[in-house]
């Protein structure tokens, strides 16, 4: 297959690099401030994609978008579900809400049943690519379920880091897939400086949030999707739930390349929503800084419960490029709307996904957001993934 790929770019410094030159973060500028944006030949992409071709592409995944993926042997590519999920439109909730044009993105239908699985499947293709002997992780759980289940399918061995604290749905994932899971007696953050200690001693392939630059085009596929399922008329507001950052700047990444390959005419505004017991890039935003300061975090919402965001620097870019803004929720908003969406809309989802659309019920009392703005919330988990989080809030 035809390499679309031109460079590897350091976010601070805009020091370029070969892909064969670098492996995951600026030497200069650190694993915080370091992180790298893949960069295409969007000549050559567009020779090989456009939007009449997609029209005929019979892909019903992400990988219908290869050309603007970095895939470089394509035999690689796993065959589990991923990708080109519904855009919902309930009637229900949009009378109620008086949204005519509001949609949810609702990716719990992927293979294992959370957004991860976009980067997993991305990840899994450049381990083997590359060589690696394994592959490791750190998470909260959905980022370890979805890399397990990919090595599974290709036969690499897996290692997880997650927090004992781990949901048992998620912890019984990993478990079925195989995976060799360290518990790891702390947060989540303590999990991912545990994984950047072994996975270079041992060979494995770092599948780490910000750290490894891939993550985020396999993230930003579904707002491909949103634009291709929109007929290329994008929202004007996207709201996504953000613990380490790596999806609202997948996100902002998909937009910019449609936007540069001229799919699309504008951009969209990105609304990052965090849980207010985990909070540091809202905190961060408010007080115009382009990083964070670390804190002790407490939510709910298990899959966002991140005190030191890995991908701070692009989360916090991709929010102001596109004119955006980060809202916080609390537990208690979360819940409401954790009850709310499935019971007038069908869509069952966990904490993280429904702080989305918590930020969404918040900002349209703030009257942020009108009656008529086109609006994408992006749900980002199934409800099957923590059922306790659900059970104990008892419906309010």
């Known amino acids: 297959m035809q390499n679309t790929i031109s460079h590897l770019q350091c976010v601070t410094c805009k ?65 589990l579900r991923v990708g080109w999920s519904p855009l919902y439109q309930p009637h229900r909730l949009l009378q109620e809400l008086q949204m005519p044009r509001l949609y949810f993105k609702d990716d719990s239908g992927n293979v294992t ?18 060589g690696y002997s394994g592959i490791a992780a750190a998470s909260s759980g959905n980022a370890a379920a979805s890399i397990s289940a990919f090595a599974a399918s290709a036969g690499l061995p897996c290692h997880i880091f997650v927090p004992k604290a781990i949901p048992q749905a998620k912890l019984a994932q990993l478990r079925a897939y195989g995976a ?81 390959l001229g799919f699309i005419d ?40 991140v005190g030191f965001p890995r991908d701070q620097i692009k989360a916090l870019r991709a929010v102001h490029q596109s004119g955006g803004m980060f809202v916080s929720v609390s537990d208690q908003e979360i819940v409401s709307a954790l009850h709310k969406l499935p019971a007038n809309s069908g869509i069952f989802v966990e904490p993280a996904a429904a702080t989305a659309f918590a930020g969404l019920l918040k900002l349209r009392e703030q009257e942020k957001i009108s009656d008529d703005d086109r609006v994408v919330v992006l749900l980002t988990g199934s409800g099957l993934k923590d059922i306790s989080a659900f059970l104990e809030s008892n419906g309010h």
Request: hydrophobic share 35%; net charge negative.
């Open 15 to 79: 020091r370029q690099f070969a892909e064969d030159e670098i492996e995951y973060t600026c030497p200069d500028c650190g694993p915080v401030r370091g992180t790298l944006d893949v960069v295409y030949d969007f000549k050559q992409v567009k020779r090989l994609l456009s939007r009449e071709k997609l029209k005929s592409c019979t892909e019903a995944s992400h990988w219908r978008y290869l050309p603007l993926l970095p895939v470089h042997n394509p035999d690689f590519i796993q065959p």
């Open 113 to 130: 049943h959370s957004y991860k699985d976009r980067a997993s499947s991305v990840a899994i293709v450049k381990a083997l690519e590359k």
């Open 180 to 260: 060799d899971v360290i518990l790891v007696d702390g947060p989540y953050d303590e999990a991912f400086d545990l994984c950047m200690l072994e996975a270079p001693k041992n060979n494995w392939y770092n599948r780490n949030t910000a750290i490894n630059p891939y993550l985020a085009e396999g993230k930003k596929s579904s707002a491909l999707e949103i634009c291709e399922q929109l007929n290329w008329n994008p929202p004007k507001t996207v709201l996504v739930p953000v613990g380490d950052g790596c999806i609202i700047s997948g996100v902002w990444k998909g937009f910019k390349d449609l936007y540069e």
């Open 266 to 305: 504008f951009l969209p505004h990105l609304v990052g929503v965090q849980a207010e017991g985990s909070s540091p890039l809202v905190k961060a935003f408010q007080q115009g800084r382009d990083d964070v300061i670390p804190e002790q975090v407490s939510t709910i919402a298990d899959s966002i419960s």
